[in-house]
């Protein structure tokens, strides 16, 4: 059975960087797209940004300043970077993996939360 | 962006009924939309890809239709574990998007 397993801080003042890694336990880590969403009672579910196994990545445009995923295919993993945060980050933020274009797989979700 | 319209929200059902949820596109997007079921407290869970593709291990009383702007998710007898909330997202061009959620209350 693979899974997906997340982890990073949860608690983060303004201006500090976010940092979630996420690992795939249990099946193949090539062939597929990597993903990271988070979602608010503000803005709902938003698409963060992809990389897949050769690290292509895409992004928000509305992040991409302050986005960095990269990915570790030696350990499974992959990791997200947020800079400079503030309140509007906070949000529940998922790993996912999937196909090109949809999201199979899920993280079990980590709530980050911005606060002075 | 892309944006996603979902009505109605919410949806109050019984069990039994065959439930039809809407997603709009603000532009087409082909057949590049998804569906999702979320659990409070759980993470998203696909259902149908690509308008109208059944996801394995998802039971067949969910289909899903459309192509354009216009797209459904209907679930042919609504069962107990149905009751979540259901997104659609768009898969057509980067950033993809998600409509803000239809709620499937009792």
């Known amino acids: 059975q693979v899974q997906l397993q997340q982890w990073g801080a949860g608690l983060l003042k303004p201006s500090e960087t976010l940092s979630l890694t996420c690992a795939v336990y249990?099946?193949?880590?090539?062939?597929?797209?990597y993903n990271w969403i988070r979602q608010s009672p503000r803005k709902g579910l938003e698409w963060i940004g992809t990389i897949n196994d050769s690290e292509t990545t895409n992004y928000n445009p509305s992040l991409k300043n302050r986005i960095t995923i990269s990915v570790d295919t030696s350990n499974n993993q992959f990791s997200l970077k947020l800079s400079f945060v503030t309140a509007a980050d906070t949000a529940v933020y998922y790993c996912?993996?999937?196909?090109?274009?949809?999201?199979?797989?899920w993280g079990q979700g980590t709530l980050v939360t911005v606060s002075s | 962006d892309i944006q996603m319209t979902q009505s109605p929200s919410p949806l109050s059902a019984s069990v039994g009924d065959r439930v039809t949820i809407t997603c709009r596109a603000s532009?087409?997007?082909?057949?590049?939309l998804n569906w999702y079921q979320q659990k409070p407290g759980k993470a998203p869970n696909l259902l149908i890809y690509a308008a109208s593709s059944l996801q394995s291990g998802v039971p067949s009383r969910f289909s899903g239709s459309g192509s354009g702007t216009d797209f459904t998710l209907t679930i042919s007898s609504l069962q107990p574990e149905d009751f979540a909330t259901y997104y659609c997202?768009?898969?057509?061009?980067?950033?993809?998007?998600f409509g803000q959620g239809t709620r499937v209350e009792i």
């Open positions: 532009q087409s997007v082909s057949s590049f």
């Open positions: 996912a993996r999937g196909r090109l274009r949809d999201f199979v797989l």
């Open positions: 249990g099946g193949s880590f090539s062939g597929y797209y």
């Open positions: 997202q768009q898969s057509y061009s980067i950033p993809w998007t």
